[in-house]
């Protein structure tokens, strides 16, 4: 029982490092939340963004390193 509890707080706290540095870079990424296939409606005193790509990329990140991380 304290093994899985372990094991979800190591994931939990590489989690969180990994978003913290993301935010940290995030400035230096330009091109990050502006791929092509991110959606962008704008109008007068209206703006939508729905980073779509984007979205899509940081799915099939996480799901990696969460599969490398059980095996």
Same mark, same amino acid.
């Not at 109008?43 to 095996?71: D, G, K, M, N």
């Given at each position: 029982?304290?093994?899985? /509890?372990?094991?979800?707080? @190591?994931?939990?706290? @590489?989690?969180?490092?990994?978003?913290?540095?993301?935010?940290?870079?995030?400035?230096?990424?330009?091109?990050?939340? %502006?791929?092509?296939?991110? /959606?962008? @409606?704008? %109008?007068?005193?209206? %703006?939508?963004?729905?980073?779509?790509?984007?979205? @899509?990329? /940081?799915?099939?990140?996480?799901?990696?390193?969460?599969?490398?991380?059980? %095996?």
């Amino acid at each position: 029982m304290t093994g899985g /509890i372990g094991k979800l707080l @190591i994931v939990a706290g @590489i989690v969180l490092v990994a978003l913290g540095l993301l935010l940290q870079l995030g400035a230096r990424l330009p091109w990050l939340g %502006r791929l092509p296939g991110d /959606i962008v @409606i704008e %109008r007068e005193h209206f %703006r939508f963004y729905f980073p779509l790509t984007t979205s @899509i990329l /940081i799915s099939v990140a996480l799901s990696l390193v969460l599969w490398l991380l059980r %095996r």
